[in-house]
């Protein structure tokens, strides 16, 4: 089991985690990234950190 972690002080809202997630957990909702679904629904395939260019994105595993 996963945990995918956000941080809004380093997130641009550049999208790229909403476009490479699987889940679709993040959503681009303005001029940031938003997680809308449950972020334990993480598959833990870290596409979305790798694609995060300025490492907003965390995956924890449980």
Same mark, same amino acid.
């Given at each position: =089991?996963? =945990?995918v972690n956000l941080d809004l002080d380093k997130c641009t809202g550049c999208g790229s985690c909403a476009e490479a997630c699987p889940a679709r957990l993040f959503e681009v909702k303005g001029e940031k990234v938003e997680?809308?679904?449950d972020p334990s629904e993480c598959m833990g395939c870290e %596409?979305? %950190?790798t694609s995060c260019p300025t490492g907003a994105v965390t995956i924890q595993e449980l």
């Open positions: =089991m996963y =945990m997680l809308v679904s %596409t979305c %950190t």
